[in-house]
T-cell receptor, first 119, second 111 residues
Framework: GAVVSQHPSRVICKSGTSVKIECRSLDFQATTMFWYRQFPKQSLMLMATSNEGSKATYEQGVEKDKFLINHASLTLSTLTVTSAHPEDSSFYIC???????????????FGPGTRLTVL | GENVEQHPSTLSVQEGDSAVIKCTYSDSASNYFPWYKQELGKGPQLIIDIRSNVGEKKDQRIAVTLNKTAKHFSLHITETQPEDSAVYFCAAHQAGTALIFGKGTTLSVSS
């Protein structure tokens, strides 16, 4: 099946620093990637949608200058949390959708998530 | 936009019993309804899904039913086992958009 990886799996950083999270589709070309954020004991909240080679579309309330998303290739998307603060601590999960993969054209494949802790 | 409601938020059952989780959605254009299982510290794993042209789908102990008229769908787990304990999320989707998730149900199966 289609596999999506994330790196790192967990990161701890100091307040004010920037953190980059990578999301890769390992065995398929991801035409669209999604970034979700999940706070403890809560659901996955969509942050943004990115199509390869285009600017990301952010959900209402998500600061595009704080959460920089780059989808430069069909297998890689990155989320950079700039000037991170403790309230940005969360579980960040990416997912990918591709062409000719999965049993359903719009099926999304999820990564294992990245735990970000900002001190 | 789409809004997905999920109930109950917590569910405790005895091993061997059945568990049912229900979701409703708001956008009649949604046509794909997956269910995910999430274990602590991990990403969501697809366990079963259903498309709008089907009313029911079963995979061993897991089944999903869809009522398009009422805009609700349900997850049924039979003969529950302790390893079924996890958080379960329903989601809804229409072509070209991202999945929108329900708030999740924490299922606890005690032996």
């Amino acid at each position: 099946g289609a596999v999506v990886s994330q790196h790192p799996s967990r990161v701890i950083c100091k307040s004010g620093t920037s953190v980059k999270i990578e999301c890769r589709s390992l065995d398929f070309q991801a035409t669209t990637m999604f970034w979700y954020r999940q706070f403890p004991k809560q659901s996955l909240m969509l942050m943004a949608t990115s199509n390869e080679g285009s600017k990301a579309t952010y959900e209402q309330g998500v600061e595009k200058d704080k959460f920089l998303i780059n989808h430069a290739s069909l297998t890689l998307s990155t989320l950079t949390v700039t000037s991170a603060h403790p309230e940005d601590s969360s579980f960040y999960i990416c997912s990918a959708r591709g062409v000719d993969v999965g049993s359903w054209a719009d099926e999304q494949f999820f990564g294992p998530g990245t735990r970000l802790t900002v001190l | 936009g789409e809004n997905v409601e999920q109930h109950p938020s917590t569910l405790s059952v005895q091993e061997g019993d059945s568990a049912v989780i229900k979701c409703t959605y708001s956008d009649s254009a949604s046509n794909y309804f997956p269910w995910y299982k999430q274990e602590l510290g991990k990403g969501p794993q697809l366990i079963i899904d259903i498309r709008s042209n089907v009313g029911e789908k079963k995979d061993q102990r897991i089944a999903v039913t869809l009522n398009k008229t009422a805009k609700h769908f349900s997850l049924h787990i039979t003969e529950t086992q302790p390893e079924d304990s996890a958080v379960y999320f329903c989601a809804a989707h229409q072509a070209g958009t991202a999945l929108i998730f329900g708030k999740g149900t924490t299922l606890s199966v005690s032996s």
